[in-house]
């Protein structure tokens, strides 16, 4: 467990898959095809804690359509990648981009096709209701699922890491726009 929260606290990027974690996987789409997602305002202000705290985030995701973009603008999020065909590639460009190493970085992912950026994670994070191989290979499996406040349990356990979690429980959260 200490070990865990070292790890935790390390995190400088965070690299969220979308469609469930984000969301719960469930699709709506249009009688025009567009696609629609819902997404958890809790999660969202999780993200915006995290930001606060420094940390770097970004959405890496195989889909496309504008409500990823949408979100990750309304969040502040400059990095969001979507279309992505190979995730473990475009983690790996990412981060050297950025100049984050492994060991900085967490993953949280429900599916095959997140698994594939293991070897480019420090920390593997998986909603309660990922896939069992994802599961099993997973430092940290959330008690909540996907798109039902599984990132903000992360963002709690990453700011108590950090030792920010405390006065925000106690004193409050405020945007701010300066």
């Not at 696609?35 to 195989?62: E, I, K, Q, T």
Request: glycine share 10%; charged share 25%.
């Amino acid at each position: 467990m200490v070990r865990l929260q070292r790890r935790l606290a390390a995190v400088e990027l965070l690299v969220l898959d979308v469609d469930g974690v984000l969301t719960d996987g469930g699709l709506l789409m249009t009688p025009a095809g567009e696609v629609l997602r819902r997404y958890d305002v809790r999660d969202g202000l999780g993200l915006r804690l995290l930001a606060g705290a420094g940390l770097r985030l970004a959405f890496l995701s195989g889909a496309a359509g504008g409500a990823i973009e949408a979100r990750a603008r309304q969040l502040g999020i400059d990095h969001c990648l979507t279309a992505i065909r190979d995730k473990r590639a475009a983690l790996a460009n990412l981060q050297t981009t950025l100049r984050v190493t492994a060991a900085a970085t967490a993953v949280v992912g429900d599916d095959l096709n997140d698994l594939a950026m293991r070897p480019l994670a420090g920390l593997l994070v998986a909603p309660a209701d990922a896939v069992a191989p994802l599961r099993r290979q997973a430092d940290l499996v959330l008690r909540r699922r996907g798109g039902h406040g599984a990132v903000r349990e992360l963002a709690e356990r990453i700011l108590q890491a950090r030792g920010a979690w405390q006065a925000l429980a106690r004193d409050g959260w405020r945007d701010r726009n300066d």
